[in-house]
């Protein structure tokens, strides 16, 4: 999450890139890596528009801020990993830009870029306002420990500072909504409608869907399979050790759901499905556990 947000000369795919292009209708859109840096260009073959790229964000697929009058502008093309090249933004589809101006890209409002700012870097929104000068790319940990820094700081002037809340003391369902301020809430997915497979992103909505589920026991917690501080672990294997302290194959006390007639490991392999959202080229994890069968309806 560190990288949730990167300068763009810190950007290493950008660097790995160094050209990228993607014609829809009459415009070209082509990104250029320099060693001075990426420049974002649309044609549509007689006039051009050119600006520096500033920011780019996520991991899994690149959005490119560029600063323009407003502090950000979200082009149509994004670059997906998984594709290695540039596609459609998630939803733009539908968009048929009618000139130069529009194919450049969509001025995001004040409200949307605090928003994005808000859940992809830190130090960028206080007291409501976009507070750039101050802003730390990525989600750093004064970002989800508030007044970490500041106590850290007056610590080491021998002064008390602000003592940060303890999130290692969150239930389960508090941990989810503090993770789902970024991930999304089971109440703003409900409330927002977002119903349908793109939800999948949404794990604390997912999760709290799982019949394993129940808000008030630390063996099923966001914090149980992820290290906040650390890179994502891939694979099943290291999850397993998660599902058997409650679907125990022998009479630990401590197991008491039951147990799989299927198999003895790798659990989320079946039971926490991939999904690849549609149109977007990114696949996720549903953390809805359940027995998934081949052609069932997603559930929702
Ligand atoms: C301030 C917003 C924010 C909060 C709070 C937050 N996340 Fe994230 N998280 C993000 C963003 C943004 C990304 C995407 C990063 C990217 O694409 O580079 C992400 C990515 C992740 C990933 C995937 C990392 C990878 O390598 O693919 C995991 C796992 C994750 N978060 C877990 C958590 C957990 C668990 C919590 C709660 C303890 C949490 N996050 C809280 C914003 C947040
Ligand atoms: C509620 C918090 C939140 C807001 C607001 C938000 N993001 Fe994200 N964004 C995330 C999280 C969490 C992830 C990683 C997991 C995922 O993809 O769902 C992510 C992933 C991404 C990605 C990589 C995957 C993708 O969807 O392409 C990009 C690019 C991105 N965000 C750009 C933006 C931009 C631009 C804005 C503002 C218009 C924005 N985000 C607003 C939380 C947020
Ligand atoms: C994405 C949010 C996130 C970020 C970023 C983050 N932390 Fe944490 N941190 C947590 C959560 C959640 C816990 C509780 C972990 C648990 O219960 O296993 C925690 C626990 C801790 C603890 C144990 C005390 C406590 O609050 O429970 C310390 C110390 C800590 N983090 C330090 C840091 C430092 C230093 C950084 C920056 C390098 C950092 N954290 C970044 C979310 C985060
Ligand atoms: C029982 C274990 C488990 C719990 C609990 C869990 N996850 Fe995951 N999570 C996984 C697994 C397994 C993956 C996929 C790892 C891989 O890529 O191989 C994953 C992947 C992710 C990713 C990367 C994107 C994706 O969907 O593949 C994010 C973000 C994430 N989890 C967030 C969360 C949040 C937020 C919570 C709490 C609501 C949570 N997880 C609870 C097991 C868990
Ligand atoms: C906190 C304890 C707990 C954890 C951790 C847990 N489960 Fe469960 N799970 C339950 C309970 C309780 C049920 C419902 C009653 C039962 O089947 O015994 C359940 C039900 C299930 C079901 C049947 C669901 C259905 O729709 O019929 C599957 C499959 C399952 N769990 C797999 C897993 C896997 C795989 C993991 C790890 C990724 C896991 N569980 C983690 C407690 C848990
Ligand atoms: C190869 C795929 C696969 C793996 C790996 C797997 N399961 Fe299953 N599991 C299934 C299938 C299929 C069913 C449904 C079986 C049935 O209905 O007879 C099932 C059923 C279950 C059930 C419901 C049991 C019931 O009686 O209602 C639970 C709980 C469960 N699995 C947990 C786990 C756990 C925990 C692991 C890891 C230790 C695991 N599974 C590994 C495929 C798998």
Redesign the pocket.
Known sequence: MASALVLQDSNPVLKTHPKLSLRRGMYSYLIETLNNGSTYTVTDGNNSNSVPIVWSFGL?SQTLGLRIRRPLLREPGELFRSIDALDTTIGDNSLHPQTLLEAFGRELSDFETKSCFGCHATNAVSNDRLTLDGMIPGIKCERCHTGAETHAQAISEGKTGPIPGKLGQLTPEE??NF??QC?HTWERVVRDGLRGEIN??F??Y???NSK?YDGGDRR???????DPHRE?????A??DA??KACHGASAKASATAKSCRVATNGC?NCH?P?LELPGGHM?????Q?RVARAGDPYPN
């Open positions: 899994k941990t989810s993770c789902g991930h999948v992103r794990q604390p997912r999760m709290a394993c099923l917690s966001c914090t149980t399979c992820h994502l672990v891939r694979g099943a290291p999850y998660k599902c989320a926490m991939k696949v996720f994890t549903d953390h556990i």
